[in-house]
Structures are given as structure tokens and as C-alpha cells.
């Protein structure tokens, strides 16, 4: 059907008007063609032109996407039938990966990934006995209400919010029964039948109904303004920086990575997801400019979506963190270094899946992320 469309308010920061503008964003799924109308002066922005890198599961309230390099966010639905059509499928649910788990991280995220869902938020923390005693809310009365307590403060723990349709169910579905041997005779595949040890140690959670997940989500991702739970960043010196670029978070790469890194022997200490706009990324790569020529290529993938900023403890006595990234073009890291991040899951010399802190000095990459955004 090329004349089915959907149409979005659409908000783009303007950097030289230093401005919010507003555009009506047209996207006919039939031929993957966009159009886009200026708000204000009712004229074509732009006409109807094929855009390959736009999709329909890309079209959610809240989301960024990128068009000719300018970064849109998805304010609402501009008119009745994409809000009929678009609107009602999406949700979002939280998914914890308990203390017990957090060395499976890559395993349970490539299977969120693998299902269908979008991570759109992600934060390592540890919870405080408050933090931990509000979450555990419904089991006030319980008699293991204490040892829930001390298992889900015992280290530290991984936050996500998920989205897609029907999230909330599916979530449950994937983790199966909450006690881990149960869950191996009735759903062996589900998450807490491979990877949880009983009914309190069970790797994962998620919320039973809309009511709950909203509660739940605010909880470890308060919309206030408030920080939330901490994150886990040490800032020690046998720590290094690494961010999984937005084109291996949306081809949905990330587990693949965690489990990659785990398994040449580093460890993760702090993860968190970020928006990056192109302010921060201009600071957060100030080093480059006039020294590399891919310098605003590097920066427009580096806001083009989600990112995620680990810190990763130099515990490899074999080899440094940034050795395992491998050079930056992955064409030469496949030839010379075939086992490195790069070579793996890199494409180009600007997506090349990784960033890594180049210099020593670089340490203030951390703090950039663990501290100032």
C-alpha cells in the first residue's frame, strides 16, 4: 500500500539558532520514502525521498531518529490514524538483572534482544537497604522479606527499561517461573531456568501489571530529575573507559559485546545508557578535531542514538583493555588482529562498534560519563 503514512510532530534543535524547531515528519512504509513540513512557516522542508536508515519500529513517542543527519525526537502523533495504528502496541516494562546474574548480562540482554524488545535505558547500580526495602514494597509481610533485602544489596545489579508490544507479558514470559527450579522442568528456556539458582535467587524480574512496571520504572528511573539508585563507578586507575557505539546498540550487538569482554577476562565495574546530544559529543571528542578527518562523521554517529558507557577493570594481566578494542579501522583490525572488539563487530572506520580511551589522560572520559551527564 504506497499510500499508507504516518505522521509525527518531530522537534529538532537548531545549532546555529540555537532554537527548538517543529516539523510535521510524513514516513510512507510502502517505499521507506520521508517528507517533512516546517510547523511554523507551513512549507515543505523536505520533499518525499527514499531514506533507507528510517524504519517503522523506529516510530515511537520519546524516540530520536536521524534523518539527513539532523537529530529529531518524536514528540507526538500528528493525526488520528497513526495514533490508532502506532499508539496502542508499544509498552514499556522494566527487566532487573539481579546480583546473582550480572556476569550473564550478555546472555539476557542478547535474549531481550533476540525477542523483539528495544533497550531504551540501562544503568549498573547498587541499591541502598531503603532503595531495596521501597522496591520489595508488595512482600512487606513476608516472612523472606529480609532475605530478599540483603540478596538484592549484595552487589550490584542492571536496570533496563524495554520496549515493545505487549512488554509487559512477554518479559514474564521470558523469565518463566519465579522459582528457578520450577522453572527448569515447566520452561527450560526461560531465563530464570538457565540462569537462576532457586526462588530468591532467581537472575531476573520483572513487573506483573502496568500499575506495577510505572511504579517499578520511577523507582530506578525517577522522571523528576532526581539521579536514582547510584551507578557503580570506581574511578581507580586500573580503570579504562569503553562505549558500544549507537549503530551496535540498535543492530542490537550489546550482548554479544558484554560476552565478548567477559570472556577475554575483563571485568565490567559500571554500564549506563546515554542520549548524547551534539554538544556533549563535540566536547566528549575535542581531542580529535583537526586531528582526524573523520571528525564530524565520528560525532553524528555518536549521537545518532542510544550509546553505552562501561567502565572496564584492567584485570587481564595479558593485555591492556584498549589493545582488545584493536585498531580503529576494522579492515586492518580483521587482518592483523582477527580476536579484537573492531574486528568482530566493526564495519567502518566510523562504525566500528567501540570507542576506547586512546590516551592516558583520557581517564576524564569517565568522569565525563559517570559523573557530569
Not at 143 to 171: H, K, V, Y
Not at 241 to 250: D, E, L, N
Request: negative net charge; charged residues 25%; hydrophobic residues 40%.
Amino acid at each position: 500500500n504506497h499510500s499508507e503514512r504516518f505522521v509525527f510532530i518531530a522537534e529538532w534543535f537548531d545549532p546555529n539558532a540555537s532554537l527548538f524547531r517543529r516539523y510535521e515528519l510524513l514516513f510512507y512504509p510502502g517505499d521507506g520514502s520521508v517528507e517533512m513540513h516546517d510547523v511554523k512557516n507551513h512549507r515543505t522542508f523536505l520533499k518525499r525521498t527514499k531514506y533507507e536508515d528510517l524504519h517503522l519500529e523506529d516510530l515511537f513517542i520519546g524516540n530520536k531518529v536521524n534523518i539527513f543527519s539532523r537529530q529529531l525526537v518524536l514528540l507526538d502523533y500528528g493525526d488520528q490514524y497513526t495514533a490508532r495504528q502506532l499508539g496502542s502496541r508499544k509498552e514499556k516494562t522494566l527487566a532487573l538483572i539481579k546480583p546473582d546474574a550480572v556476569s550473564k548480562a550478555g546472555e539476557i540482554i542478547e535474549i531481550i534482544n533476540k525477542a523483539g524488545f528495544t533497550l531504551t535505558k540501562l544503568k549498573m547500580m547498587t541499591l541502598s537497604r531503603k532503595e531495596a526495602t521501597d522496591f520489595h514494597i508488595d512482600h512487606q509481610s513476608r516472612p523472606f522479606l529480609n532475605e530478599l533485602i540483603q540478596f538484592i544489596t549484595s552487589g550490584p545489579l542492571i536496570a533496563m527499561e524495554i520496549l515493545r508490544d505487549d512488554a509487559i507479558c512477554e518479559w514474564k514470559r521470558l523469565l518463566g517461573p519465579a522459582n528457578s527450579g520450577l522453572a527448569r522442568t515447566d520452561a527450560p528456556e526461560s531465563i530464570r531456568a538457565l540462569f537462576g539458582t532457586d526462588g530468591i535467587k532467581n537472575a531476573a524480574h520483572g513487573p506483573d501489571s502496568f500499575a506495577c512496571a510505572a511504579r517499578e520504572m520511577e523507582l530506578f528511573f525517577p522522571s523528576s530529575g532526581v539521579c536514582g539508585p547510584a551507578n557503580t563507578a570506581k574511578f581507580t586507575n586500573c580503570t579504562t573507559c569503553c562505549i558500544v557505539k549507537p549503530h551496535a546498540v540498535s543492530e542490537g550487538l550489546l550482548g554479544k559485546i558484554l560476552m565478548t569482554i567477559r570472556d577475554a577476562g575483563f571485568e565490567i565495574s559500571a554500564m549506563q545508557m546515554f542520549n548524547m546530544d551534539r554538544i556533549n559529543v563535540e566536547e566528549f571528542y575535542e581531542v580529535y578535531k583537526g586531528v582526524v578527518s573523520e571528525y564530524n562523521e565520528m560525532v553524528t554517529e555518536m549521537y545518532s542514538g542510544p550509546c553505552v558507557a562501561m567502565e572496564i577493570q584492567q584485570t587481564n594481566p595479558t593485555m591492556t583493555f584498549r589493545e582488545f578494542c584493536g585498531p580503529a579501522d576494522p579492515e586492518i583490525a580483521r587482518h592483523l588482529r582477527p580476536g579484537t572488539l573492531r574486528a568482530i563487530f566493526g564495519k567502518t572506520k566510523i562504525q566500528n562498534a567501540v570507542h576506547c580511551t586512546d590516551l592516558p589522560e583520557d581517564g576524564l572520559l569517565e568522569k565525563f560519563f559517570f559523573k557530569v551527564i
